[in-house]
């Protein structure tokens, strides 16, 4: 069945520092791949998407790539903030499959100053 | 403001006692889910509905009943809870099948 794989947290960064938090996929056909953000205490985001291969997500200055070819869709921000500690989560949704989200087991960031 | 509110926020409970959370949407959406999310796990959807009186289950469903009577609301129903559905849960609506969801400010259940 499909899945998405996450890189295992927590991330511990130094404020202004690149992040990258890997995320790989496996499903047939061609899902949307989308990013989710979760605050503390809060409920989840939609941080960015991408619905087809080659499409670039950003937003806030995070950015993630859709790759076919490798099955991933990675998240990256050059100049992280403390305002940036969240868990992410890594999620695949396929054309047709009545709205449902397959997430990732999401990664938890800390951003220190 | 567009969201999806749900309560209570906080339960605890003990096992075997129904229990209902509520969930309701001011966004007219036609889809509605529920998931839990567990350390590790990720969230996994437990039961969804795609309008009024329309509803299938999830990944997770046992242990679990829904209704959608109205196209804004979509209660969570667990008839005898047990401890293993201590879990944060969370409901979700979309308008569509292909567009974002909005998500809840989720519900910390610990069933003892």
């Known amino acids: 069945g499909d899945s998405v794989t996450q890189m295992e947290g927590p991330v511990t960064l130094s404020e202004e520092a690149f992040l990258t938090i890997n995320c790989t996929y496996t499903?047939?056909?061609?899902?949307?791949l989308f990013w989710y953000v979760q605050y503390p205490g809060e409920g989840l985001q939609l941080l960015l998407k991408?619905?087809?291969?080659?499409d670039k997500g950003s937003n806030k200055g995070f950015e993630a790539t859709y790759r076919k070819e490798t099955t991933s869709f990675h998240l990256e921000k050059g100049s992280v903030q403390v305002s940036d500690s969240a868990v992410y989560f890594c999620?695949?949704?396929?054309?047709?499959?009545?709205?449902?989200?397959?997430f990732g087991a999401g990664t938890r960031l800390a951003v220190h100053p | 403001e567009a969201q999806v509110t749900q309560n209570p926020r906080y339960l605890i409970t003990v096992t075997g006692k129904k229990l209902t959370v509520t969930c309701s949407q001011n966004?007219?959406?036609?889809?509605m889910s529920w998931y839990r999310q567990d350390p590790g796990l990720g969230l996994r959807q437990i039961y969804y509905?795609?309008?009024?009186?329309?509803?299938d289950k999830g990944d997770v469903p046992e242990g679990y009943k829904v209704s959608r009577k109205e196209k804004r609301n979509f209660p969570l129903i667990l008839e005898s809870p047990s401890p293993n559905q201590t879990s944060l849960y969370f409901c979700?609506?979309?308008?569509?099948?292909?567009?974002?969801?909005?998500f809840g400010q989720g519900t910390r259940l610990t069933v003892v």
């Open positions: 991408a619905t087809k291969a080659d």
């Open positions: 979700a609506s979309s308008p569509g099948t292909n567009t974002e969801a909005f």
């Open positions: 999620a695949l949704r396929h054309s047709g499959g009545y709205n449902k989200l397959i």
């Open positions: 499903a047939t056909g061609y899902p949307s």
């Open positions: 966004m007219n959406h036609e889809y």
């Open positions: 509905s795609m309008n009024v009186e329309v509803t």
